[in-house]
Nanobody, 115 residues
Framework: QVQLVESGGGLVQPGGSLRLSCAAS????????MNWYRQAPGKERELVAG????????NYRDSVKARFTISRDNAKSTMYLQMNSLKSDDTAVYYC????????WGQGTLVTVSS
C-alpha cells in the first residue's frame, strides 16, 4: 500500500524553525520526485517545494526561497522540509505528495506560527 506520513508540525514563534518529515512506504521512493504542499485556512493548496529523485534538483515558491530547504534521504525513504525564519503567513497544514500511477497525498501536519 502506497503511503506517505508527515510529522514534525507544531506551534512555533515568528522567526523560529521547524523540520518536517515525510516517511514513504509501499513504493520505490528513490524512483519518484517528491513535493511539499501547504494549505492555509480559507486558501487553496499551494506548492511549496519540489525535489528530484536524487535530490540534485530542487525548486521553491518565491515566498519561501532562502528560508526553506527541501531534502531527501533515499536510504530512509524519507523527505524533509527545513523551515527557518518562519512567519505567520507560513501557518498552514503541510502535505507531502508524489505521483505513483495517481497522485498520492499524506494526511498533513499542522504548522502554526504565532506569538
Amino acid at each position: 500500500q502506497v503511503q506517505l506520513v508527515e510529522s514534525g508540525g507544531g506551534l512555533v514563534q515568528p522567526g523560529g524553525s521547524l523540520r518536517l518529515s515525510c516517511a514513504a512506504s509501499g513504493f520505490t521512493f528513490s524512483n519518484y520526485p517528491m513535493n511539499w504542499y501547504r494549505q492555509a485556512p480559507g486558501k487553496e493548496r499551494e506548492l511549496v517545494a519540489g525535489i528530484s529523485t536524487t535530490g540534485g534538483s530542487t525548486n521553491y515558491r518565491d515566498s519561501v526561497k532562502a528560508r526553506f530547504t527541501i531534502s531527501r534521504d533515499n536510504a530512509k525513504s524519507t523527505m524533509y522540509l527545513q523551515m527557518n525564519s518562519l512567519k505567520s503567513d507560513d501557518t498552514a497544514v503541510y502535505y507531502c505528495q508524489t505521483y505513483v500511477r495517481r497522485p498520492i497525498w499524506g494526511q498533513g501536519t499542522l504548522v502554526t506560527v504565532s506569538s
